[in-house]
């Protein structure tokens, strides 16, 4: 038995470590994105598309430094939906297959899943619950700014993608990836 819980641990480690990795990579992808469309008006191939799959992964690491309980069940499961849900939209931008509804059903999981997150549960959860909460209200400050020039809808996607770097980062450095217990 307690080689299965070692075993539980040292997976749930490594799943931490690759989350904040992925956080770090989405957030960069969304910001070269938001940023070469800014600068020169076309967007980037798979950069919207591989953010989403990183960002589930990014959740699934956060969810996994929470403390065990029904919140960090749900996170979990919505996180591993955002991912799966994520990696079909990035094959349909990698194959034109055109199933669209994966972008929605990860977007979706992903908002739900960081709403899951305890508020107040230390630096990577609590942020990225935050990031999920001010989700709604940037992209209608990015609507806006679209009205007046439609490249202006990057500016709070830029920063959307800054703070899941953020979260990556505060990730990686998170109690040395050790999931949090009981």
Same mark, same amino acid.
């Given at each position: 038995?307690?080689?299965?819980?070692?075993?539980?641990?040292?997976?749930?480690?490594?799943?931490?470590?690759?989350?904040?990795?992925?956080?770090?990579?989405?957030?960069?992808?969304?910001?070269?994105?938001?940023?070469?469309?800014?600068?020169?008006? #076309?967007?980037?191939?798979?950069? $919207?598309?591989?953010?989403?799959?990183? $960002?589930?992964?990014?959740?699934? =690491?956060?969810?996994?430094?929470?403390?065990? =309980?029904?919140?960090?069940?749900?996170?979990?499961?919505?996180?591993?939906? %955002?991912?799966?849900?994520?990696?079909? %939209?990035?094959?349909?931008?990698?194959?034109?297959?055109?199933?669209?509804?994966?972008?929605?059903?990860?977007?979706?999981?992903?908002?739900?899943?960081?709403?899951?997150?305890?508020?107040?549960?230390?630096?990577?959860? %609590?942020?990225?619950?935050?990031?999920?909460?001010?989700?709604?209200?940037?992209?209608?400050? =990015?609507? %806006?700014?679209? #009205?007046?020039? #439609?490249?202006?809808? #990057?500016?709070?996607?830029?920063?959307?993608?800054?703070?899941?770097?953020?979260?990556?980062?505060?990730?990686?450095?998170?109690?040395? =990836?050790?999931?949090?217990?009981?």
């Amino acid at each position: 038995m307690a080689h299965l819980a070692a075993l539980r641990t040292d997976s749930s480690a490594r799943l931490i470590r690759i989350g904040g990795a992925a956080g770090l990579a989405g957030g960069l992808a969304w910001v070269v994105k938001g940023v070469t469309i800014l600068v020169v008006g #076309e967007q980037p191939p798979l950069a $919207f598309g591989l953010a989403l799959p990183l $960002f589930g992964l990014s959740l699934l =690491g956060v969810a996994l430094l929470t403390s065990r =309980g029904t919140r960090r069940a749900v996170a979990v499961g919505l996180a591993w939906l %955002a991912v799966i849900a994520g990696a079909m %939209a990035l094959w349909t931008e990698l194959f034109d297959s055109g199933w669209d509804q994966s972008i929605a059903v990860s977007s979706l999981a992903l908002l739900l899943g960081q709403l899951a997150l305890p508020r107040s549960d230390g630096a990577p959860a %609590a942020l990225t619950f935050w990031i999920g909460v001010a989700t709604l209200p940037a992209l209608a400050v =990015g609507g %806006a700014l679209a #009205e007046i020039d #439609e490249r202006l809808l #990057e500016i709070p996607l830029v920063c959307v993608g800054l703070a899941w770097m953020l979260v990556g980062w505060g990730t990686l450095r998170h109690r040395n =990836g050790a999931p949090a217990s009981a």
